[in-house]
């Protein structure tokens, strides 16, 4: 493995490589929050989707989970065919028990079948980056990692990622299959993962932060709302700013069912933090240890 992460130089770099295959846009678009029920709402979400895709997103994240399938196939229906430069991740490993319930089903067999029932509502023959959702409890890591290893043998997935996993999972993980992405709860005001991140940046691994927005106690607060003036941004702006200058191998995926929203989003890969601003809102929360 790599010490250099594979992105171009500099903190605030505008794209980095995912598995030494996808160059991708460093602020991505996270399809969670898009409506798949019938109607207008529907009709809105394609819109931001492709919108999205327009502006130069070249990431987008769903899953499974998101509607047991149907964000994949509002994708498919706003996206197919895909751009050559487009990279759909998506994650496996959590199933659905009835109406309401739901549970983490790893095993070997039943990641087979995810990943094929994916394929399909995506309308494609290889997924490019594939992620663990979680880690199943009841079932070893080595043999999650390992069954999809063998789907990537096999050419149905292109790189594997895993998700909310501690930095020793993720090194046990790495003795089964290599890993191309870490897709962990992170922002200025959680740092629970930071040793993650860490790892992640010494092996040149994606580091892909969900909730990379978060409302800030009165404290932090005022030291954002400080920095946003001093930058004509708005706050959550300043938010993905830090996290883009934090590592160049964050790709942050924050979320929105507005147009408008999406380009504020997108707007933020274009601030660059002081030396100062970085140490105020580093000083903002300290790393969970």
């Not at 605030?12 to 678009?29: D, I």
């Not at 492709?50 to 229906?77: K, Q, S």
């Not at 962990?184 to 994606?206: K, S, T």
Request: include cysteine; charge should be negative.
């Amino acid at each position: 493995m790599t010490s250099n992460p594979p992105g171009t130089a500099g903190t605030a770099t505008a794209t980095f490589s995912v598995g030494g295959e996808f160059r991708v846009s460093r602020v991505g678009f996270g399809a969670m929050r898009l409506s798949t029920d019938p109607g207008p709402e529907r009709d809105a979400a394609i819109a931001v989707a492709r919108h999205a895709v327009e502006a130069g997103v070249t990431l987008i994240d769903t899953a499974h989970l998101y509607g047991w399938g149907a964000n994949e196939e509002l994708l498919a229906e706003a996206l197919h065919p895909y751009p050559d430069d487009l990279l759909i991740t998506t994650k496996v490993g959590v199933t659905r028990t009835g109406p309401e319930g739901w549970a983490y089903d790893a095993r070997p067999e039943s990641l087979r079948e995810q990943v094929e029932q994916g394929l399909r509502r995506l309308r494609i023959e290889r997924v490019g980056l594939l992620q663990l959702h979680r880690i199943d409890p009841d079932v070893p890591l080595a043999e999650q990692v390992g069954a999809l290893h063998e789907l990537r043998r096999e050419g149905k997935i292109g790189h594997i990622g895993l998700s909310e996993v501690s930095a020793a999972q993720l090194a046990e993980a790495r003795q089964t299959t290599e890993i191309a992405s870490v897709q962990n709860r992170f922002n200025l005001l959680d740092r629970e993962y930071e040793p993650v991140l860490d790892a992640c940046e010494a092996a040149g691994i994606a580091f892909l932060p969900w909730r990379p927005v978060a409302a800030a106690t009165p404290g932090p607060a005022a030291a954002l709302d400080a920095v946003a003036a001093e930058l004509d941004a708005t706050t959550p702006q300043v938010l993905l700013a830090w996290l883009l200058a934090r590592s160049p191998v964050v790709l942050p995926i924050p979320g929105t069912s507005s147009i408008a929203h999406l380009d504020e989003n997108l707007a933020a890969a274009d601030i660059r933090l002081t030396e100062s601003q970085r140490k105020r809102l580093d000083a903002t929360a300290l790393p969970a240890r």
